[in-house]
């Protein structure tokens, strides 16, 4: 089997951040920071468009199109789950309230599957300078899902060439014995 050679980050990679929009990775109940980080980040830029996006791990991708929009089914074919919709209207009406002040362009895009490949997908079909996650503050048992896992931010900065800005949501003190 021949090793299959991966473009690794550098220099003739790089996506050049004024005029590129950015993409975030948003999910349902997240605090506002992400996407007021963003929306900040974005009028830095020249009032570059923003692509917030919110991966479904409980759909899967049937088609992924140019766009970054993807057509996306249930995993169990056999049974119908439209909570999706709900999921993706509670998502935009937050997006629109938190985003009320911003006079920059933006969209939400709903995906499918992993969170880290469908953000990729989508940074690369918009051509983003940028992607943006909010840092998670685990509890314990989220955290060994994450040791397993590995947390998306994480994969992100290994297994594509674009810069991550991670948004914390919540800080420890450094005095503050840790839980591990």
């Known amino acids: 089997m021949a090793l299959r050679h991966v473009p690794q980050p550098s220099p003739q990679r ?6 590129h929009p950015l993409v975030v990775g948003v999910v ?15 009028e830095a ?4 468009k923003v692509y ?3 991966s479904d791990p409980h759909r899967i991708v049937d088609v992924e199109y140019p766009d970054g929009t993807v057509r996306h089914s249930g995993i169990d074919p056999d049974q119908a789950d439209d909570s999706w919709e709900d999921r993706e209207r509670l998502i935009r009406s937050f997006l629109a309230e938190v985003l009320e002040g911003h006079d920059g362009p933006w969209e939400f895009r709903y995906l499918a599957g992993r969170a880290d490949r469908a953000l990729t997908h989508l940074a690369r079909a918009v051509d983003a300078s940028t992607i943006v996650v909010g840092a998670k503050h685990p509890s314990s048992t989220e955290r060994f899902r994450e040791f397993l896992a590995g947390s998306v931010a994480v994969r992100l900065t290994r297994h594509q060439h674009r810069p991550v800005l991670i948004v914390p949501l919540a800080v420890v003190d450094w005095k503050a014995p840790t839980k591990w």
Do not use: D, I, R
């Open 45 to 48: 830029l020249g009032g570059v």
């Open 14 to 19: 790089m996506v050049p951040v004024p005029g």
């Open 52 to 54: 917030f996006a919110y």
């Open 28 to 42: 349902p109940g997240q605090p506002e920071l992400v996407a007021l980080t963003a929306a900040s980040w974005a």
